[in-house]
């Protein structure tokens, strides 16, 4: 399983991996806010894409 976490204005990803990440702990590490947009971030589970790989 695949963990997206990105900014939906510019694209930029704060993270992708496998392991599964505290979303809320990553925005913070970014001060809440995207660095190449500088769009503030605000954690909604709509936009945090998780895809299942398929093997
Ligand atoms: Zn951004």
């Given amino acids: 399983m695949t963990i997206r976490i990105?900014?939906?204005?510019?694209?930029?990803?704060?993270?992708?991996g496998d392991e599964l990440a505290n979303p809320q702990e990553i925005i913070r590490?970014?001060?809440?806010?995207?660095?190449?947009?500088?769009?503030p971030l605000i954690l909604d589970p709509k936009k945090?894409?998780?895809k299942a790989k398929q093997r």
Avoid at 29 to 39: A, L
């Fill in 48 to 50: 945090i894409s998780i």
């Fill in 29 to 39: 590490r970014y001060g809440n806010r995207c660095p190449r947009c500088y769009k």
């Fill in 6 to 16: 990105y900014c939906e204005r510019c694209g930029f990803v704060f993270y992708r």
